[in-house]
């Protein structure tokens, strides 16, 4: 009668392994939601919706330009690079722009003349493109020029992040390991009622 309990102990503890490892090879990222990171920027006139993202994810910029005053801004230009792996959906522009042109990935948005205190707003609506790179950085720069002089440029980007799936070995070692206990415990509950 010994030696049936000891293969049930060995059967249980090389089960209770295989679940154990099983888990392990999951990772915590399996269940951890991934962390923000705060957009670098160098004036921070340009934001970001998220900066951790998805391929296919919608992404929203926003530029805020106020004037504050006293004198008119004259022939302000915005220059917007947008990188490769970024889609451009759609532009809006809060009062509405003299001029808005794209070429390739290069949004130009053009204004006569902005009044004091009004604020200017654009909004680039992009999709990150289903071929963006896990653990690639997308990175992003805005200009603003009044009169053709350079006034700052700012800076943001983004990180592409992969979607966690688990390998089919985790999963059959999991199962595996669930299955042996499952037995052993059956096992246990057969004995107990002779």
Known sequence: MEEPKKRWRLLALVAMGLVIVGLLSLG?????????????????????????????????????LPNPGPGVWNNVVIIDRMDPWLRI??????????????????????????????????????????????????????CLWIDADAKACSDVSLEVEEEFVPEMGSLLLLGSGLAGLAGYAGMKWRVRKK
Request: proline share 8%; glycine share 6%.
């Open 28 to 64: 915590s990222s399996a269940w951890a939601t991934p962390g923000q990171k705060q957009a670098q920027q160098s004036v921070p006139f340009k934001t970001v919706d998220k900066t951790v993202v998805h391929p296919g994810d919608e992404v929203v910029f926003t530029i805020t």
């Open 89 to 142: 959906d759609d532009i809006e522009t809060t009062p509405a722009a003299d001029d808005v042109d794209v070429v390739g990935q290069t949004i130009t948005v053009s204004y006569n003349t902005v009044n004091p205190g009004t604020t200017v707003v654009v909004k680039i609506y992009c999709t990150v493109r289903e071929i963006a790179s896990p653990g690639r950085e997308i990175p992003n720069q805005c």
